[in-house]
């Protein structure tokens, strides 16, 4: 049995219907970028401020200056906090019995995202998930670097007192997500197809299972 279940948030185990895909998108064209699909995609699950960086940088062929940045970043973050309004972000389905099941059975569950503190933290209040729903949230700020960078899971085994990557499993929808499993030494590497990518974008990254949800994780563990 494992001892941590690291999920990650948006398209992982929160509906939000891919609204942070497309305030990312309009906050970089605003910012005089004009990113294809594709380059959305590759940069899902990833520190905002480094994907809108990079898509600036691609787009324009120079790199942004900090001021271009962080107004793109607070742009994005109004685009994203308005449309959470107009639509709350609720749990997908079955979600929250899967990471109670977890819980029963002696794991602990941590949340880990590219989003920052501030907005994970309004996305949360929405869904109603605080410490008694869940035992740790660990955001990019948190951390050096964002996915696939391996460093948001430490920190979530650090916070919860796990000390055996070997007893830890993590569970995504992106890419990203899956390479950071890979980087830190989980035990299982689970893609999960309820965001934006497919079976066969997932399969193309390493991985030890691809399910359709983390609803049918407790199944996998036999909880």
Not at 65 to 71: E, F, G, H, I
Not at 209 to 216: G, M, W, Y
């Amino acid at each position: 049995m494992i001892e941590l279940a690291v999920f990650d948030i948006a398209g992982t185990t929160v509906e939000e219907r891919n609204t942070v895909y497309v305030a990312l998108e309009e906050a970089v064209v605003a910012a005089g970028g004009a990113p294809s699909k594709d380059d959305i995609q590759r940069w899902m699950g990833a520190d905002k401020r480094e994907a809108i960086t990079a898509m600036l940088t691609e787009s324009t062929g120079r790199v942004p200056s900090a001021d271009v940045v962080d107004a793109g970043l607070a742009d994005f973050r109004a685009r994203l906090t308005a449309a959470y309004a107009a639509t709350p972000p609720v749990p997908l389905p079955g979600v929250p019995e899967a990471i109670a099941s977890l819980r029963a059975a002696g794991a602990k569950v941590a949340l880990t995202t590219g989003f920052d503190r501030e907005v994970v933290d309004a996305l949360l209040k929405t869904v109603g998930w605080d410490e008694t729903v869940i035992d740790a949230v660990v955001c990019v700020d948190d951390v050096p670097a964002g996915r696939p960078a391996p460093y948001m899971i430490f920190r979530a085994m650090e916070r919860t007192g796990v000390r055996d990557v070997r007893k830890v499993l993590v569970a995504g929808d992106t890419a990203r997500d899956l390479e950071a499993g890979t980087n830190a030494g989980a035990a299982y590497v689970v893609g999960v197809l309820t965001g934006g990518y497919t079976a066969a974008d997932l399969g193309r990254v390493r991985h030890t299972h691809l399910l359709p949800s983390v609803a049918n994780i407790p199944a996998l563990l036999g909880v």
